[in-house]
């Protein structure tokens, strides 16, 4: 079952513009991730926050948590046509051997026009 | 690139048959997990296999199974396809104890 959910579904901007791509979630988390997913092919992980953490940045993108809302944000600053795809949040679910599975959400389109 | 390898890129089947992807894993990764994604949906979880066994399994009736081997690479077989089958199907390998996957390019299923 889905958990994340993302919003907008959709998002098209210009580019050097900034994109934020929200989620929101069910369950209580130790920690919350986000990929990119280029046109129907692999995943990338782009970068995990956890339940103690407020906020991360790597490169051009900044994610904050909430955990009292249960919410996370993805910004992208001063995006670039390169960065046209797919942005899913996972949040992970122990299994046994505390080893974990990833639920997911249903994704941001993000779509940057030159 | 991840270092995840899946076989084949895409396939086309018709209903009734049965099918079976693989999945190389990164080197030194012992754990692998299947997920399925239809067309604008996100990725749901099939099942995990870790040294060899089967360590958890999503909402997928039992038609879908896999395998792990020594080398830690792993199979997804379905039998008797159906239409809803038609989708991505990624697989991901972790580290024991990690929460991040690395992702291989999916293999694309076409039911007809």
């Known amino acids: 079952s889905q958990q994340g959910e993302e919003d907008p579904q959709a998002l098209s901007i210009q580019e050097g513009e900034n994109a934020t791509m929200n989620c929101s979630y069910k369950?209580?988390?130790?920690?919350l991730q986000w990929y990119r997913q280029n046109s129907g092919r692999g995943l990338v992980h782009l970068i995990l926050?956890?339940?103690n953490e407020r906020e991360k940045h790597s490169g051009r993108l900044r994610v904050t948590l909430d955990t009292s809302k249960k919410s996370s944000s993805l910004l992208i600053t001063a995006s670039r046509a390169a960065d046209t795809a797919s942005y899913f949040c996972?949040?992970?679910?122990?299994?046994?051997?505390?080893?974990?599975?990833?639920?997911w959400g249903l994704g941001t389109s993000l779509a940057v026009n030159p | 690139e991840t270092g995840v390898t899946q076989s084949p890129t895409h396939l086309i089947k018709t209903r009734g048959q049965q099918v079976t992807l693989r999945c190389s894993s990164q080197?030194?990764?012992?754990?692998v997990s299947w997920y399925q994604q239809a067309l604008g949906q996100g990725p749901q979880f099939i099942f995990q296999?870790?040294?060899?066994?089967?360590?958890g399994r999503g909402n997928f009736p039992p038609r879908f199974s896999g395998l792990q081997f020594p080398n830690y690479s792993s199979e997804l077989n379905v039998n008797a396809l159906e239409l809803d089958d038609s989708a991505l199907y990624l697989c991901?390998?972790?580290?024991?104890?990690?929460?991040?996957?690395?992702f291989g390019p999916g293999t694309r299923l076409l039911v007809l």
């Open positions: 991901a390998s972790s580290l024991e104890q990690q929460e991040t996957q690395y």
């Open positions: 080197s030194g990764h012992n754990t």
């Open positions: 296999y870790y040294r060899e066994e089967e360590n």
């Open positions: 369950t209580s988390i130790n920690n």
């Open positions: 926050i956890r339940s």
């Open positions: 996972a949040t992970v679910g122990l299994m046994a051997g505390n080893n974990r599975k990833l639920i």
